[in-house]
């Protein structure tokens, strides 16, 4: 019943910028926070984002902070992650995850997960 369906992943020129959505069904939406993962090619799944259930607090990596932006809209079912000044050690399948009441980057914690979507910077 629950799906979490990620879009706008592609190819894009370093310096360049792609916008990530994350459309949730299934779910009460407004009493999840939702996270970003990402797991490039030989590498195990990283944290990137969080957002807890109303918007109001965030958590980024390191890696991407100053760079990425992670924000949601209730009304839409929907979490995005604005990415910009992309590297090519930006390149991974990006994850989305919703937890019950949950904000942070322990996978565990997360009750649901998306597909994927590939994101690919190139130099």
């Known amino acids: 019943q629950v799906q979490l369906v990620e879009s706008g992943g592609g190819l894009v020129q370093a310096g360049g910028s792609l916008r990530l959505s994350c459309a949730a069904s299934?779910?009460?939406?407004?009493?999840?926070?939702m996270g970003w993962f990402r797991q490039a090619p030989g590498n195990e799944r990283e944290f990137v984002a969080t957002i807890n259930w109303s918007g109001g607090r965030t958590y980024y990596v390191d890696s991407v902070k100053g760079r990425f932006t992670i924000s949601r809209d209730n009304a839409k079912n929907t979490v995005y992650l604005q990415m910009n000044s992309l590297k090519p050690e930006d390149t991974a399948v990006y994850y989305c995850?919703?937890?019950?009441?949950?904000?942070?980057?322990?996978?565990?914690?997360?009750?649901?997960w998306g597909q994927g979507t590939q994101v690919t910077v190139s130099s």
């Open positions: 299934g779910l009460t939406f407004n009493t999840y926070g």
């Open positions: 995850a919703a937890g019950k009441y949950y904000i942070g980057s322990y996978q565990g914690n997360y009750d649901y």
